[in-house]
DNA sequence: CGTATTATTGACTCCATTCAAAGATAGTGG
DNA sequence: CCACTATCTTTGAATGGAGTCAATAATACG
């Protein structure tokens, strides 16, 4: 008996991810019309590219599981990871400007996204009244986060740690993860590279907080054992 | 005899800043429509507010003559300036995400400035077919400007007050103003906020370049005497 | 002219870096 | 399974750059 076959490529329309990633501020027939210019579920292993810095920008692309790190490089060698990304976040928006990336984007372990590629985009702005704005706002949230970003830095070490826990912590946990206990993908030396430090200083006050009992840290896994009282280290 | 009465403000169509503000991407009958949306040459005094953290956002800004500060409180009582702007460029972005301003803007100087309402933005866009684009690059533009900051803040003060003078400086030139002579509007305190330096360090590091030769200082009035000399201290 | 603001300069302190060494873990191949 | 290696992490000691505290100087402003 002929019967429509149902596309079973996981689109926009059934993501879980829909909450917090593109469609969010989509009505369902727009969500249907920005699903079919999306291409779902390319998976990388950890190490491998979504972009490279200097590429043309091609694509707007969406995390859909496992973990990326954003890494630009200044020119005089020194390497600095922007920001971490999960699930649901978008990436790419930097490329608008100059047509290019502006940073690498990395597999920090398996990994799989979806992709919007560039050339739909101006049509769909057009076609789907919800979109431009939706992008202007993942943007706007882009540069909200590096602001935040800027003025951490210019606080101590154990702040930086702090809110980097922090804001990992809840992050994941909007996205259904546990809040007190997750692998941050990242090596000291990383780490060092994202909040501006050292490894050492990394590693000494990780060192730290586990004494005070903030945490349980055992290499990369990361069990926060007292959210308030890391939480007072920048709000004190 | 009756004649067509010409508008006299200064629209986008015939504002000599049309290259590097709003309009740099668009046809001309497109620049047309986007200026009658456009309220233009509002003026204000030196430590006026055009917008206030935590307002509601309501309009996109472009700064027509004079500069302005980015500033914002994390709430802690932390004060960091984001960012000194200059004629043509575009301010508000940050408050598409949660629809409130991340920062205040305050003129540093008498200043004039246009303003895009954002009730008319999502019509624009649908009428416009290039100024989603253009909206999206100024966001991108904006996003990389942060992200070197970021970058930026792991460097010395050296680098840092360098940076930035090298960056004012270029910034100047494409507007037509002198690249090597100019009034930097901010205190040291201020400078110093913005680069997450104290006013002392701030004060020393521009003794230092004096010294050297890199620099004439006459309190807030700089003159470059050896650009490549200053550009050095960054790219070695 | 007097006051408030802003800027400079010096001396001391402290936090994070640097340098160095040793320990832990994961992965590989015999 | 163990040995071997590469990578990552921890910890200690010494150093240095920017912060802090404090006093003075220069400028702006009413």
Redesign the interface.
């Known amino acids: 008996m002929d019967q429509m076959v149902k596309d079973f490529n996981v689109s926009c329309t059934n993501c879980s991810l829909d909450e917090i990633c593109l469609p969010r501020g989509l009505s369902q027939q727009e969500v249907e019309n920005l699903s079919i210019e999306v291409k779902s579920n390319i998976s990388l292993q950890k190490g491998d590219y979504i972009y490279r810095q200097g590429d043309e920008f091609n694509m707007v692309a969406a995390i859909k599981s496992g973990s990326a790190k954003l890494v630009?490089n200044?020119?005089?060698g020194?390497e600095?990871i922007?920001n971490v990304l999960l699930p649901g976040e978008l990436i790419g928006?930097?490329?608008?400007?100059?047509n290019k990336y502006?940073?690498s984007a990395i597999a920090l372990e398996n990994l799989c996204y979806c992709v919007l590629p560039v050339g739909k985009?101006?049509g769909l702005?057009?076609k789907i009244?919800g979109i431009?704005?939706e992008?202007?706002?993942h943007?706007?949230?882009?540069?909200?986060e590096?602001?935040?970003?800027?003025?951490a830095?210019?606080s101590s070490a154990e702040e930086k740690v702090a809110k980097f826990l922090i804001n990992l912590s809840d992050r994941l946990k909007s996205r259904g993860y546990s809040a007190v206990q997750f692998n941050i993908c990242l090596t000291r030396q990383e780490l060092g590279e994202h909040l501006?430090l050292t490894l050492e200083t990394v590693s000494r006050t990780l060192a730290q907080f586990q004494n005070i009992g903030f945490l349980n840290v055992q290499r990369k896994l990361i069990e926060i054992k007292d959210l308030q009282g890391l939480r007072q280290i920048?709000?004190a």
């Open positions: 630009s200044d020119g005089a020194n600095h922007l928006f930097d490329g608008l400007f100059q502006n940073c985009l101006e702005c057009a009244p431009a704005r992008l202007l706002k943007s706007s949230e882009a540069i909200n590096s602001q935040s970003q800027v003025m830095s210019k501006g920048f709000t």
